[in-house]
């Protein structure tokens, strides 16, 4: 099975995201993440993504197209499946991503789209926290670590991502109206939009993504 989870920055795509990995055993494919682990080894790659990120605007669609062939290219993509998290994000990613599926033999069986307020958005990401080491989102008001700056899953950092603060979250919601949400008719086109209400607790987030992947 091979998922893809679609919706604004904040939308919780992260957290949702932990849990499906967890439950459905798949291959958690998440571009934001190789790209922050790349910056933290200032790789050239990772260098030159940074300069998009810290402006809250997408990296080029080759760049991370290239990062995401080489990774579903593996053997464990094709055996346990793979969860897309925030790839694509432009229409040119979408269907690079359809004909490197479908060379492989693979194909998209669902896109869940996330969808929540966008004025809310903005709160939620500012209490946003992540795990510098597995990646792991925290909510600094509703789901603290239980050792404040601590993992609980991996005893990681706890940090605020740099992108996250608020002048560059609307950056990055400009991005996402200008061009991520253009894979909204793209994929219902394609029949495989399900929308879940991302406005409600995690648990019932999930309970209505979980009833979507098992039917
Ligand atoms: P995320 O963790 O998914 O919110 O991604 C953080 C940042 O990484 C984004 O704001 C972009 O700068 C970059 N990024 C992640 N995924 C992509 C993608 N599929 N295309 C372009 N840029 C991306």
Redo the contacts with the bound molecule.
């Keep these: 099975m091979n998922i893809m989870l679609l919706g604004a920055?904040?939308a919780g795509?992260?957290t949702q995201a932990a849990r499906i990995v967890d439950d459905f055993g798949l291959v958690h494919l998440?571009?934001?993440?190789?790209?922050?682990a790349a910056v933290a080894d200032k790789t050239a790659l990772g260098l030159e993504?940074k300069r998009?990120?810290d402006?809250?605007?997408?990296?080029?669609?080759e760049?991370?197209i290239g990062l995401?062939a080489e990774r579903i290219a593996k053997p464990d993509a094709r055996e346990k499946g793979v969860l897309f998290?925030?790839?694509?994000?432009?229409i040119p990613?979408a269907e690079a991503l359809d004909e490197a599926l479908s060379e492989g033999g693979m194909r998209l069986d669902a896109v869940v789209n996330i969808a929540v307020d966008t004025e809310a958005i903005v709160a939620r990401i500012t209490s946003r926290r992540q795990c510098r080491e597995c990646g792991r989102v925290y909510n600094v008001i509703t789901d603290p670590p239980t050792s404040e700056g601590v993992c609980d899953a991996c005893g990681g950092e706890v940090y605020q991502?740099d992108?996250d603060r608020e002048e560059?979250v609307r950056?990055?919601l400009e991005?996402y109206e200008a061009q991520?949400s253009k894979l909204i008719p793209y994929y219902e086109a394609q029949g495989l939009l399900r929308t879940v209400d991302g406005n409600q607790a995690p648990d019932q987030v999930y309970s209505a993504i979980k009833a979507i992947l098992e039917g």
Excluded: C, N
């Excluded at 402006?55 to 669609?61: F, N, T």
């Excluded at 998290?85 to 432009?90: A, C, L």
């Design positions: 920055p904040g795509k992260g998440s571009t934001g993440d190789i790209l922050r993504a998009y990120m402006e809250g605007a997408l990296v080029p669609d760049v991370v995401v998290d925030g790839f694509p994000r432009t990613q991502r992108d560059v950056k990055r991005a991520t």
